[in-house]
């Protein structure tokens, strides 16, 4: 039986589904993330990740070498999750929130917690809307 610090309990599946909310879809991008995963930790990752339904890819329509991942509902439903622990972090720890938090954090600073994980969930649904009309037709 799974749960959830079962695939987020370790460094590297929640480095990749942050990447993901993030914006990364390749296992490139995923290479270049600040905390430099070693590829053979990140292919085992994603395969996990996908074997308990948290992300899925489809193939790009230019290389079918080139795998481009997101996240499934269930994946999505790791925001708040992610969220909370972004912002206990700022709350509690004395530590350098990574850029993207800075900047998210400026952009939602008079916002609740729930208005800002429905508008980001919203949001990479979106996009990963138009990356599978992108790579499935």
Do not use: A
């Not at 995923?30 to 890819?57: A, C, D, H």
């Not at 290389?63 to 992610?82: A, F, S």
């Not at 990479?124 to 499935?136: G, P, W």
């Amino acid at each position: 039986m799974v749960n959830i610090l079962d695939i987020l309990g370790d460094k590297w599946s929640l480095v990749v589904v942050r990447d993901i909310f993030n914006g990364k879809k390749s296992f490139g991008e995923f290479l270049n993330s600040p905390e430099k995963i070693s590829t053979s930790v990140l292919t085992s990752r994603l395969q996990f990740l996908e074997s308990v339904g948290i992300l899925e890819y489809v193939f790009c329509q230019l290389d079918k070498k080139v795998k481009y991942y997101y996240l499934t509902d269930k994946g999505i439903d790791l925001y708040p999750i992610i969220y909370e622990m972004i912002y206990w972090t700022k709350r509690n720890l004395d530590n350098t929130l990574h850029p993207l938090s800075v900047k998210w954090f400026k952009e939602y600073d008079h916002h609740s917690p729930k208005y800002v994980t429905t508008v980001n969930q919203n949001e990479y649904k979106k996009i990963r809307t138009e990356l599978l009309d992108l790579h499935t037709h």
